[in-house]
T-cell receptor, first 111, second 111 residues
């Protein structure tokens, strides 16, 4: 089955700087890669996703890149704001049936 | 914007008791899921449900667990003979394709 690794586990940036979180996956059959933001006491909220036929996708300050050959994908957040502070999870689909999540990255944006 | 809802937000139970966690998926979605998240750990897949039957389940989802869609709107997770290690956040998700939307979760505490 699929295995997803995520780095770093914690990340602190100054407000206005960029943040990058990287994930790798093991199963080349995976085709869909969502990113979720989880605030304390809440459920995961989808922030962006990418499918295997696309190399990059951007939505305002958030972008995701995918390298299928290397089996890794990354989340890029530009011009970070304090409200971006949360735990971010990457995930990969597992034969289209469910998601396998990475262990999460705790992002702190310092004012 | 439609969202997944879950009740209760927090459930406290004694070890050995049965609990039912309830979810109302987004109305036009056809695929339903349960995930759990032990405190401080990653989100783990439990089960997926489609067309009134389980389509996939993880090794966590043993005979202690069952799911049901008792009517046209609710989706439930039943945990029998709860154990201390069942304490976790339980998230329901729904989708109409590959994008899954998560509810706010139910925090289950087994004493």
């Amino acid at each position: 089955g699929e295995n997803v690794e995520q780095h770093p586990s914690t990340l602190s940036v100054q407000e206005g700087d960029s943040a990058v979180i990287k994930c790798t996956y093991s199963d080349s059959a995976s085709n869909y890669f969502p990113w979720y933001k989880q605030e304390l006491g809440k459920g995961p909220q989808l922030i962006i996703d990418i499918r295997s036929n696309v190399g990059e996708k951007k939505d305002q300050r958030i972008a995701v890149t995918l390298n299928k050959t290397a089996k890794h994908f990354s989340l890029h957040i530009t011009e970070t704001q304090p409200e971006d502070s949360a735990v971010y999870f990457c995930a990969a689909d597992n034969y289209g049936q469910n998601f396998v999540f990475g262990p999460g990255t705790r992002l702190s944006v310092l004012p | 914007e439609p969202e997944v809802t879950q009740t209760p937000s927090h459930q406290v139970t004694q070890m050995g008791q049965e609990v039912i966690l309830r979810c109302v998926p987004i109305s036009n979605h056809l695929y339903f899921y349960w995930y759990r998240q032990i405190l401080g750990q990653k989100v783990e897949f439990l089960v997926s449900f489609y067309n009134n039957e389980i389509s996939e389940k993880s090794e966590i989802f043993d005979d202690q667990f069952s799911v049901e869609r008792p009517d046209g709107s609710n989706f439930t997770l039943k945990i029998r003979s709860t154990k201390l290690e069942d304490s976790a956040m339980y998230f329901c998700a729904s989708s109409e394709g590959d994008t899954q939307y998560f509810g706010p979760g139910t925090r289950l505490t087994v004493l």
